[in-house]
């Protein structure tokens, strides 16, 4: 069995969402600043303790599927991260994952200000962007 870490990763922050023991089910787990290199050292560390086969990173393609200027920045900071251990990466589209988020906070009653500050937001689109991998991975093709 696999074990995977979704990230979101921005500018100044990175989400990270874990999944269960069974890959079913995607959790928040939290919220690194790239600053100083401090995301990159504790995924390295998250990885070796629980022992994470596989990230899965969102890339914000547009609504087209085309690469964004973003994309070669989440996929150098993958690759540094995948340099200095034996995970595997796959790359997602998650265009929409923020604003998916942001209204999944909203409709909870939650302050968006407030979120987006302590990187709940992250988190949660970290989460979104893990659940997705980990459903379609779940679809079976149909048996003739």
Do not use: W
């Not at 629980?50 to 087209?64: F, Q």
């Not at 994952?97 to 909870?108: M, S, V, Y």
């Amino acid at each position: 069995m696999s074990a995977y870490i979704g990230l979101d990763v921005g500018n100044k922050m990175v989400g990270v969402a874990l999944c269960d023991l069974h890959g079913k089910f995607a959790t928040p787990h939290a919220t690194y600043p790239r600053a100083g290199g401090k995301a990159e050292r504790e995924l390295l560390k998250l990885i070796s303790e629980r022992r994470i086969s596989t990230l899965v990173v969102g890339l914000p393609l547009t609504e087209g599927g085309e690469r964004t200027e973003q994309c070669g920045r989440i996929e150098q900071f993958c690759n540094r991260v995948q340099k200095r251990s034996t995970v595997g990466v796959v790359y997602i589209d998650e265009h929409l994952t923020t604003f998916e988020a942001e209204e999944q906070l909203r409709l909870a009653g939650l302050n968006h200000r407030n979120n987006k500050k302590n990187g709940v937001i992250d988190q949660l689109s970290a989460t979104i962007i893990l659940q997705d991998y980990l459903n379609s991975k779940s679809i079976e093709p149909e048996s003739r």
